[in-house]
C-alpha cells in the first residue's frame, strides 16, 4: 500500500466491540477496532489476513446492529499482533460506518459528563455533542 492510500485511514481513535467474520469461516473473531475514516476501517488481532480476503464486520452493540462486507486492504505486524486495514464495498457501507462511529462518540460524550456530574439523557448529550463536533467529524 502506497502513503496515498494509507493516508484514507484517517485516524479516529474509537472503543467499540467488533466483530469480523471471514466469508469461509462461520465463526466471529471479536477485534478491537483502532480507526474510522474515509477509506475503511482498522483494527487490531493476533492473526494475520491476507489482502483481498473478503469478510462481514459486525458491531452488534448499536441499534440498529450493524453489519457489512469488506475487503482487507492491507496487513501490517505490530508488535503484539497485526493491525488490518479493511475497505467497505459501497459508499453506503462506509457512511454507516461512519454514523455508527458518531453514535459512539455520542455516547462516550455522555460518559464523559456523568463523570463530571452531569446527567444527560441520550438525545441530550446528542445535541450537545453534535453542536460542538459534528461539522469537524464529517470534514474528516
Same mark, same amino acid.
Given at each position: 500500500?502506497?502513503d *496515498?492510500e494509507? =493516508?484514507?485511514? /484517517? =485516524?479516529?481513535?474509537?472503543?467499540?466491540?467488533?466483530?469480523i467474520?471471514p !466469508?469461509?469461516?462461520a465463526?466471529a473473531? $471479536? @477485534?478491537?477496532m483502532s480507526?474510522v475514516g474515509?477509506?475503511g /476501517? #482498522?483494527?487490531r488481532t *493476533?492473526?494475520a489476513?491476507e489482502k483481498?480476503t473478503?469478510?462481514m464486520?459486525?458491531i $452488534?452493540?448499536?441499534l440498529?446492529?450493524f453489519?457489512e462486507?469488506?475487503? @482487507? +486492504?492491507w +496487513?501490517e505486524?505490530?508488535?503484539?499482533?497485526?493491525? /488490518?486495514?479493511?475497505?467497505?464495498l459501497? !459508499?453506503q457501507?462506509?457512511?454507516? #460506518?461512519?454514523? @455508527?462511529?458518531?453514535v459512539?462518540?455520542?455516547?462516550?460524550?455522555r460518559?464523559?459528563q456523568?463523570?463530571d456530574? =452531569?446527567e444527560?439523557s441520550l438525545?441530550e448529550? #446528542?445535541r450537545?455533542?453534535i453542536?460542538?463536533? #459534528?461539522?469537524?467529524?464529517?470534514?474528516?
Open positions: 500500500m502506497n *496515498d494509507r =493516508r484514507t485511514y /484517517i =485516524r479516529h481513535p474509537v472503543d467499540v466491540p467488533v466483530r467474520f !466469508q469461509q469461516n465463526s473473531m $471479536p @477485534v478491537q480507526d474515509k477509506g /476501517i #482498522a483494527f *493476533d492473526s489476513m483481498g473478503f469478510l464486520v459486525a $452488534p452493540h448499536v440498529p446492529p453489519e462486507s469488506c475487503t @482487507v +486492504c +496487513c505486524p505490530q508488535d503484539d499482533g497485526f493491525e /488490518i486495514g479493511i475497505r467497505f459501497d !459508499q457501507g462506509m457512511f454507516k #460506518a461512519r454514523m @455508527v462511529e458518531q459512539c462518540y455520542i455516547e462516550e460524550y460518559r464523559q456523568m463523570d456530574g =452531569r444527560l438525545e448529550s #446528542a450537545e455533542w453542536e460542538k463536533n #459534528a461539522a469537524d467529524f464529517w470534514l474528516t
